[in-house]
């Protein structure tokens, strides 16, 4: 059985925000903790919260993870 490769972004410690699976929202906080393939050869991700240090009991496919990208509207001025 052959896992599928995973995306470069998917990497270890990664940060990365996970679609919520009540209403589809992405929630950023997460990390990646490791990956392993389920018993399709399909990748699974399993994801640290960065706040608790905690790995959530739950694993997420690929397309539920996705890499942090900062808003535009969130970079820093250091104008004064």
Request: charged content about 20%.
């Amino acid at each position: 059985m052959l896992m599928a490769s995973a995306p470069s972004y998917l990497g270890p410690g990664a940060a990365v925000e996970v679609r919520c699976r009540f209403d589809g929202a992405w929630i950023p906080g997460f990390v990646v903790d490791h990956l392993r393939p389920d018993d399709s050869g399909n990748l699974s991700v399993c994801v640290r919260r960065v706040a608790e240090g905690d790995v959530l009991p739950s694993l997420f496919s690929a397309e539920e993870v996705r890499a942090v990208v900062e808003p535009i509207g969130k970079q820093v001025c250091t104008h004064q």
